[in-house]
């Protein structure tokens, strides 16, 4: 008689075990499908110290208009820095500081900050140096004559399909990839261009790109350790998407790049470097090296609140805006579908400027009404 208690309680007990050796099978199977990744080491130290906004001359409760502005646009983090502190944070959707989020459109910002760091240790001897002087498969191909500007510049008149996701060996792609255009003419939206910037990395430097992005960069800036997409196991990193990082940590290279290439008192990158970053390319004036630096003016958007605003943008919800005049870094991360139809980029850091009680208005721009810039007028 006691043998159907024990076989009903050795049925209870062998349930649950196989439910969660069926469910480890089907994470495992899961994990199979993921791409393969590649560590790059952080420093894994403290962020920059946070302080009240009012210390830093901003006023609080327009900050806070600027969170409810980017909340209402299904925003996860909004992180202001001034003079490298924290003044201002909001995080949604259980997100932290800390959460790791896919980069997005800042992934190739590295590739453009990297060469900078390369260019700092004479590894690549000038912006306007070919690539053939990286790339002995171009020494003698007209391709060789594409520059490491046109790079940064996204002007290198590659075919836009010569760094596809999924497609195998991806230095091979690269390297079979013909000219479509003359360099440097037109800026083209593409992958090509930093995934290529990475290969010219890792022959200037004999590195892998990731470990020589921890080391001349990640890690200096104190980021927490990350990891880049390869293209197959033991494969090339994918520079131009899909950095899986800790989203506040984007703020740090906000502060980077406000400081010319120096992070709290390091000089990470050789002064003048961020300054071209952000110099207008003759290919596109409205944008530099992987930053954006004019906004025409367009329907329902709003003017820049600064006379001298850029941004790291792109077709995900991510967003970086830098105003060197103010010391001020805004991040607001978001969703990789991008941002909705209401999201105008310059309303957010116009509120920011606003929050500054020192921030002085805009130049005026013929046919701009004064009224729209300075109140009471």
Not at 74 to 90: K, W
Not at 324 to 341: H, V, W, Y
Request: proline content about 8%; hydrophobic content about 40%; overall charge neutral.
């Amino acid at each position: 008689m006691a043998t159907r208690p024990l076989k009903r309680r050795a049925l209870l007990i062998g349930v649950p075990v196989a439910l969660a050796f069926v469910l480890a099978l089907v994470l495992l199977w899961q994990g199979s499908r993921a791409p393969p990744r590649e560590l790059v080491l952080g420093g894994n130290s403290p962020p920059a110290p946070r302080v009240p906004p009012e210390t830093e001359q901003l006023d609080a409760a327009v900050l806070e208009s600027a969170a409810d502005y980017a909340a209402a646009h299904g925003s996860l983090a909004l992180i202001v820095s001034r003079h490298d502190h924290i003044v201002f944070e909001r995080y949604w959707h259980g997100t932290s500081f800390d959460t790791v989020e896919d980069a997005q459109s800042f992934t190739p910002l590295l590739a453009a900050l990297a060469a900078g760091a390369a260019f700092s240790h004479r590894l690549i001897g000038w912006p306007d140096q070919p690539v053939g002087a990286f790339i002995g498969e171009w020494s003698h191909d007209p391709r060789g004559e594409i520059t490491v500007r046109n790079l940064l510049q996204m002007s290198s008149g590659l075919a836009a399909d010569g760094a596809r996701r999924g497609s195998g060996d991806l230095t091979a792609q690269l390297l079979h990839t013909p000219l479509a255009r003359t360099p440097g003419v037109s800026r083209t939206e593409q992958a090509t261009d930093p995934q290529l910037l990475a290969l010219v990395l890792e022959r200037a430097t004999q590195q892998r790109y990731a470990s020589y992005l921890s080391q001349a960069l990640w890690r200096r800036i104190g980021a927490g350790d990350a990891s880049l997409t390869l293209d197959r196991p033991q494969g090339a990193a994918h520079a131009d998407c899909c950095m899986l990082a800790h989203q506040g940590d984007w703020i740090r290279i906000g502060q980077l790049l406000l400081r010319d290439g120096n992070y709290r008192g390091d000089e990470v990158i050789r002064p003048g470097w961020v300054t071209l970053m952000r110099s207008p390319a003759q290919s596109d004036p409205q944008y530099g090296a992987y930053v954006r630096v004019r906004w025409p003016a367009a329907p329902g958007r709003e003017l820049p609140a600064a006379r001298d605003l850029y941004a790291v943008e792109g077709q995900g919800g991510n967003r970086l805006w830098l105003l060197p005049s103010l010391q001020i870094a805004i991040l607001c991360t978001g969703p990789a579908g991008g941002r909705d139809s209401g999201w105008d980029d310059n309303r957010l850091p116009s509120l920011v400027v606003r929050a500054a009680r020192d921030a002085l208005p805009p130049a005026a721009q013929p046919g701009v009404d004064i009224s729209a810039i300075v109140s009471g007028h």
